[in-house]
């Protein structure tokens, strides 16, 4: 099975031991990271999804221009989950002893209003690891200390280049507006001797390739720092797939959004591969069900491609090989191959 690369930290080796201790349970993390990635390598699916990805919002306050979600927003991109909804999903989680839930997807999960009950009602459900990925942009430090309180184990803010590059792609953020959330969290967390919630600071590859600077700007108040693809979606032809790339998602966890739909893919932002809603059944008969295993076998047999979703996907695309130095590292640059497309005379360019 070949693993995809549109997503590594890059963080010293010292550094990433601290930060898979600081997670806890380290027994029941260790049992959790082996299955994660060995159970698709070995063809083994686990009676329940050992990952739930919850979108707490679909809605978000930005447009930021690589985001396919502000790409594809045509008014309709908004929503909320409801309470009733979201502890359903917990309960069923905590009954199969999930390990670990992320309360956020394709939107901004902070504009939701009982985003802090949420993280609350799932800790005392005993999930273990609960998190989300925001940016940053509705948070100050009266919500950072209830985040803290509610029990939050770890948080990823999005922040993509330094200073004005940043501003001009996260805008109406400033940089120093973000600048002062993740070094007011340092503090809370200096001042309260915990290392809950751990900080993750994530950028795009694109622009890590003009800062590398980046790295030695964050490190001294973050767990983790992250790089990502530019993850063009939902155009077909642009992306030149590896025919031979199995994706593992479908055999390690599911993503449900804001309204109860369950998706099998982070990538599958128009839901083409919907399997299933929470309203109407339980978690547990859409992960076991048939249309599942069908599609996890057409992943096992490299007929990923056959699905319209997964030509619509990153994952899987193969990449130029550029590379970028850091501290006498060389690490990726995670830039896709494109296809060659045709001119307006029918040519290739």
């Given at each position: 099975?070949?693993?995809n690369?549109?997503?590594?930290v890059?963080?010293?080796?010292?550094?990433?031991?601290?930060?898979?201790?600081?997670r806890?349970?380290?027994?029941?993390?260790?049992w959790?990271?082996?299955?994660?990635?060995?159970f698709?390598?070995?063809?083994?699916?686990?009676?329940?999804p050992?990952?739930?990805?919850?979108?707490?919002?679909?809605?978000?306050?930005?447009?930021?221009?690589?985001?396919?979600?502000?790409q594809?927003d045509?008014?309709t991109?908004?929503?909320?989950?409801?309470?009733?909804?979201?502890?359903k999903i917990?309960?069923?989680?905590?009954?199969?002893?999930?390990?670990?839930?992320?309360?956020?997807?394709?939107?901004e999960?902070?504009?939701?209003?009982?985003?802090?009950?949420?993280?609350?009602?799932?800790?005392?459900?005993?999930i273990?690891?609960?998190a989300?990925?925001?940016?940053?942009?509705?948070?100050?430090?009266?919500?950072?200390?209830?985040?803290?309180d509610?029990g939050?184990?770890?948080?990823s803010?999005?922040?993509?280049?330094?200073?004005?590059?940043?501003?001009?792609?996260r805008k109406?953020?400033?940089?120093?507006?973000i600048t002062?959330?993740?070094?007011?969290?340092?503090?809370?967390?200096?001042?309260?001797?915990?290392?809950?919630?751990?900080?993750?600071?994530?950028?795009?590859?694109?622009?890590?390739?003009?800062?590398?600077?980046?790295?030695d700007?964050?490190?001294p108040?973050?767990d983790?720092?992250?790089?990502?693809?530019?993850?063009?979606?939902?155009n077909?032809?642009?992306?030149?797939?590896?025919?031979?790339?199995v994706?593992?998602?479908?055999?390690?966890?599911?993503?449900?959004?804001?309204?109860?739909?369950v998706?099998?893919?982070?990538?599958?932002?128009?839901?083409?591969?919907?399997?299933?809603?929470?309203?109407?059944?339980?978690?547990?008969?859409?992960?076991?069900?048939?249309?599942?295993?069908?599609?996890?076998k057409?992943?096992r047999e490299?007929?990923?491609?056959?699905h319209?979703?997964?030509?619509?996907?990153?994952?899987g695309?193969?990449?130029?090989?550029?590379?970028?130095?850091?501290d006498?590292?060389?690490?990726?640059?995670?830039?896709?191959?494109?296809?060659?497309?045709?001119?307006?005379?029918?040519?290739?360019?």
């Amino acid at each position: 099975m070949k693993i995809n690369l549109n997503y590594f930290v890059v963080n010293k080796r010292f550094d990433n031991l601290r930060y898979f201790f600081r997670r806890g349970h380290f027994l029941l993390l260790l049992w959790d990271r082996i299955k994660w990635h060995w159970f698709p390598r070995l063809n083994i699916v686990p009676d329940f999804p050992q990952t739930v990805d919850i979108e707490t919002s679909l809605s978000c306050q930005l447009q930021c221009p690589m985001c396919t979600r502000s790409q594809m927003d045509d008014g309709t991109m908004r929503g909320l989950m409801d309470f009733d909804l979201f502890t359903k999903i917990i309960d069923e989680c905590a009954e199969h002893n999930v390990f670990s839930v992320k309360l956020s997807w394709r939107g901004e999960p902070t504009m939701n209003p009982r985003l802090v009950e949420m993280v609350r009602y799932a800790k005392e459900k005993g999930i273990r690891d609960v998190a989300f990925l925001t940016n940053g942009g509705l948070l100050n430090e009266e919500s950072l200390k209830a985040f803290m309180d509610a029990g939050l184990d770890w948080i990823s803010f999005s922040i993509d280049g330094l200073n004005e590059e940043y501003e001009r792609i996260r805008k109406p953020i400033t940089f120093e507006y973000i600048t002062n959330i993740v070094r007011t969290l340092y503090r809370l967390k200096k001042s309260r001797n915990t290392a809950k919630p751990l900080v993750r600071v994530q950028t795009i590859s694109g622009v890590i390739a003009n800062t590398p600077e980046y790295f030695d700007y964050w490190e001294p108040y973050v767990d983790r720092i992250a790089v990502i693809a530019e993850q063009h979606r939902e155009n077909p032809e642009l992306i030149k797939h590896d025919p031979e790339y199995v994706c593992q998602s479908p055999f390690q966890r599911v993503f449900i959004t804001w309204d109860g739909v369950v998706i099998p893919c982070h990538g599958d932002y128009h839901l083409h591969h919907a399997m299933g809603n929470v309203q109407k059944t339980s978690l547990k008969a859409i992960w076991t069900s048939t249309k599942f295993q069908v599609f996890r076998k057409d992943m096992r047999e490299k007929r990923r491609l056959d699905h319209l979703g997964c030509t619509l996907c990153p994952d899987g695309g193969q990449y130029t090989g550029d590379t970028l130095n850091v501290d006498g590292r060389e690490i990726p640059i995670i830039k896709y191959l494109e296809n060659e497309q045709p001119n307006s005379e029918g040519e290739k360019k």
